[in-house]
Structure formats: structure tokens, C-alpha cells
């Protein structure tokens, strides 16, 4: 069927009657199974010395090319940059030279040839013989203007990556990271593990998640929103540390610092609390920054981000108090404290209490104004559902975020592990939801049932790997970041 195949530009059609012309002289690049490939480009030019006069064949991309007659110069682009290639009729034949002059830029070569310097000192191949691996049936972009339309760049990314190669470094150095995370905990004795992505119960926070159908079970199933139940699940089972680095599913909005599908880490460790994870997060960043970029004083977006531990750490209700001037320990009641961001023009709902408010008010006051590293503590319990209460001050959890150039990078918790405590909790978050019209929202029993054969006082944290990568390689959005960021649909675009 070819009635929804694209309108070809006059540049299409006539690349693909070259490519019929080659395939009728027996010549079609799509015959080839493989190519010799013994060196890439960076190699020869950082070892120019080791491989002056030797022969040695390289494959890429051809990315430019000037025809003088007899001889032409071209320049391919491998999977770690630029080759010069010098190519002459006398040495590769007339027919073959002739094949050479027809293809285009964009196609893909098998070079064989002998590593020399131009008198201008760019390290070059003598080209001694030349295939066509892979046609490239459609123009690159204008060679001075590269792919400027960011929208166009995410969606294919290919040809992001084909064209502007700078942005192939973003990803090698997230490779890296992720080494480096790793790296970092299974040297502290953490394993490392996978959880089901698919799960029965819609639960955690106020997130929501997508939902599908399991038709041999025929029951609804949600994609994860978060790995924290099955982790700790694993922490009863004897497992006192324990990660995993996965992909994680939330139904909500996108915007510079959220796509729909994303990239954490949690992690949990028996016997330590919330100060435990502040302390694994700051020698984290530290690890990873030195480890990758090779310092812990990083650039991002105009500012200099200092990532040496320690960091500073400061309660909710002292960074609003500073901000603000508003003292949560002086409001009596849930009443008192929404006609106080009533009078500052702040949008409460009827069911809001203290806690609430408080975190309403860090939001207004307080997150914009933190750019470099620092430990926001202790929230209240409303907002906290899985956290443990302060044996001295119940209406606080032990818990943190942390915020880096106003953005919050982390959550962590001393883990709740009252069982009767979480169940009211959970309940009371099912309630929550149900008032918002999810039906669908259940107490999760199998994990209630784990916390009641015991869970030793655990520490637990959660950090967004992609965001950690947007800091570390100073990208703008977590697009920058995703080879392939959710986009919407080019047929939906109009409606």
C-alpha cells in the first residue's frame, strides 16, 4: 500500500535513481553483509606516529566532499568524528572514481587506505579503495546552519546526532554517570536489582499512572510510578542494601524538567536514617562530578555549582520562617493557617492543613532562591505518607529533598516501619483520592503484610538520574538529555 507514502522532494528522487542505477550494475550498497573495519578516526589522529604509511580501512558517513579534476577531498565522519580522505582517480581507478563523484553526501563509505599529513598538517587517508555501504536516500541539512528546529531535533534524533555530533558527547558522558552511580554504590556494598514495572495496584504518591490491560489475567495493570514498595518488600526480606536504576511512568504534565517516562534511582539501607542518605546523596554528586568531569565545581546555565560535601541542611519551616516571616509553630489550627495564605493571595483547598500550607508557602517563597546544593529537612507528616514521624516533633517526618539551582533533585526518608501507623496512612491517602474521584486507588495489603513481619529502621532515597544529567552536562531540559523524549505525534500537530 503506498497511498500514505510521503510526497519525495526533486534531491529524493534523484537519489533514488542513483540507487536504482547501482542496483542495475550490480552495484546496490544493500548487498554488502559487513566491512573490514580496523581503526576509527580518533585513533589515527592521537596516534598519528603509530600509523604514518600504514595501511588501515575506517567506515563513516560522508559529510563533505571537493572534486579537482583527477583527485577530490572528502571528509567522513565515523562514530568518534571527522577523517580527512584524499582520494585520486590514478589510484582507485576510473570507474571507481567516477562511482565516487556520484555519491552523495550523507551516504556511508568503506575506506581503505594509507595514513599521511597534508601539507597543511591535517592528519589524512590515501584512499586506495572505496565501497558504498548504505545510501542515504534523503539531503542532510544546509552544512553552515546544521539542524537548528529543536523540535525537529528531538523528534529525530538521528539526525540530531548525524549533524550536530556535539550532541553525541551529551549521551556518552550519561553512559558514564550511570557507570558512575553505579560504581559508586556497589563499592559500598549495595546490590543492585530489578522490580516489576508492571504492577496490580494503583498506588504511591499523588502521582498518576498509566493504566493498561492484561488480557489473559483480564485485569487492569498500572505502570510503576516509583520502585520504594518492592525495594523495601526486599529490606524485610534481608536485603540491607539494596538500588535499582529503572524507568519510571507518571500520567502528568511536560515541561523542561518532566517527560512522562524518566530515569531514578532509589535505593534503601537498613539500620541508618535520613542523615545516612544525606550523607550517601552530597559524596554522590561529588563521586560522580570527579569521576565524569573530573572537578565538583560545574557550570550550569551561568552559574559555578559548588557539588563538594558537605552540604547545608535546613528545616521546611526555618527556610519559610526566613523567607517569609511566617512562623508555622505559631499557627494553632488548619483554619489559622489558610486564612494566612489567603491574606497573601495564596490558593488554598477546603481539606488543607498546616502542612499543607507550609509546603505552599516553601513553593512561593523559598525554592526559587536555591541554586547551590542544600538539604531541605523535616516535612510535615501530611505530605510525607511513607516517612517516619520525629520522635520530637510528630507533626514533622524525617525526611529531605534536595534543591540544586532551584530545582529539587531528590526526595529520601527515614522509612516509616510502623505497620499500623502506614496503614492509616494509606488509608487516609486512599480516602484523599477517592474525594478526587479515583476509584481506582487501593490500600496496598501484600506490602502492609511485609512492614508487619518487620522492617528495621531504614534509610531510603530517590534521585532523578535524568536531572542529575542535565546539571552534570549543562543541558537546559530533560529533553537534552532523553535520546528520544516523548513528543507529541506529527498527525496530531494540527488538531
Request: glycine letters at 6%.
Amino acid at each position: 500500500m503506498q497511498q500514505n507514502r510521503p510526497t519525495l522532494s526533486e534531491q529524493e528522487n534523484i537519489r533514488r535513481e542513483k540507487l536504482a542505477e547501482l542496483a542495475s550494475s550490480g552495484n546496490s550498497p544493500y548487498t554488502i553483509t559487513s566491512f573490514n573495519k580496523t581503526v576509527n578516526s580518533k585513533d589515527v589522529k592521537e596516534n598519528f606516529a603509530s600509523f604514518e604509511g600504514k595501511n588501515v580501512s575506517l567506515a563513516g558517513r560522508m559529510m563533505s566532499r571537493r572534486v579537482m579534476g583527477k583527485a577530490s577531498f572528502a571528509h567522513i565522519q565515523d562514530g568518534d568524528g571527522l577523517i580527512q580522505l584524499y582520494v585520486k582517480r590514478d589510484e582507485i581507478g576510473t570507474e571507481n572514481y567516477q562511482l565516487f563523484k556520484s555519491y552523495d553526501l550523507g551516504d556511508i563509505l568503506g575506506i581503505e587506505g594509507t595514513v599521511f599529513k597534508t601539507k597543511t598538517e591535517e592528519v589524512s587517508l590515501h584512499v586506495t579503495s572505496i565501497v558504498l555501504l548504505a545510501k542515504c536516500l534523503k539531503p542532510l541539512p544546509e552544512k553552515f546552519h546544521g539542524l537548528q528546529d529543536m523540535d525537529l531535533r528531538y523528534r529525530q534524533r538521528y539526525l540530531d546526532m548525524i549533524v550536530n555530533p556535539e550532541v553525541k558527547d551529551t549521551f556518552i558522558k550519561r553512559g558514564k554517570i550511570i557507570n558512575a552511580i553505579r560504581e559508586f554504590l556497589d563499592n559500598r556494598g549495595f546490590l543492585e536489582v530489578d522490580t516489576p514495572i508492571l504492577h496490580t495496584l494503583e498506588t504511591g504518591a499523588a502521582s498518576r499512572p498509566f493504566v493498561t490491560h492484561h488480557n489473559t489475567l483480564d485485569i487492569p495493570m498500572y505502570l510503576r510510578i516509583e520502585t520504594e514498595l518492592y525495594l523495601k518488600r526486599l529490606v524485610v526480606g534481608g536485603v540491607e542494601k539494596v538500588y535499582e536504576i529503572g524507568r519510571i511512568f507518571r500520567n502528568e504534565g511536560m515541561d523542561r524538567y518532566h517527560n512522562p517516562e524518566f530515569t531514578s534511582i532509589e535505593l534503601y539501607q537498613a539500620y541508618v536514617d535520613y542523615n545516612e542518605m544525606m550523607r550517601i546523596t552530597e559524596e554522590m554528586y561529588e563521586y560522580v562530578a570527579l569521576k565524569v568531569l573530573g572537578t565538583t565545581d560545574i557550570p550550569y546555565q551561568g552559574e559555578t555549582i559548588h557539588l563538594k560535601a558537605p552540604w547545608p541542611r535546613i528545616t521546611m519551616a526555618e527556610a519559610v520562617k526566613q523567607k517569609s516571616g511566617i512562623d508555622y509553630y505559631t499557627w494553632e489550627s488548619d483554619e489559622q493557617a489558610r486564612e494566612e495564605l489567603k491574606k497573601l493571595n495564596i490558593k488554598t483547598e477546603k481539606g488543607d492543613t498546616k502542612g499543607h500550607c507550609l509546603e505552599k508557602l516553601f513553593d512561593e517563597y523559598v525554592e526559587d532562591s536555591l541554586i547551590q546544593p542544600t538539604f531541605i529537612i523535616d516535612y510535615p507528616v501530611e505530605i510525607s505518607p511513607l516517612a517516619k514521624r520525629k520522635s520530637d516533633d510528630p507533626s514533622m517526618t524525617e525526611r529531605f529533598e534536595f534543591f540544586i539551582c532551584k530545582n529539587e533533585g531528590g526526595n529520601a526518608f527515614s522509612e516509616l516501619n510502623d505497620p499500623i501507623d502506614q496503614r492509616e496512612r494509606f488509608e487516609n491517602q486512599v480516602k484523599a483520592r477517592r474525594l478526587l474521584g479515583d476509584t481506582n486507588s487501593k490500600v496496598d495489603e501484600d506490602f502492609l503484610n511485609a512492614l508487619e513481619y518487620g522492617l528495621p529502621p531504614t534509610g531510603g532515597l530517590g534521585i532523578g538520574i535524568d536531572r542529575m544529567i542535565m546539571l552534570l552536562t549543562d543541558s537546559e531540559s530533560i529533553r537534552d538529555v532523553l535520546l528520544f523524549p516523548t513528543m507529541k505525534p506529527m498527525d496530531k500537530e494540527s488538531e
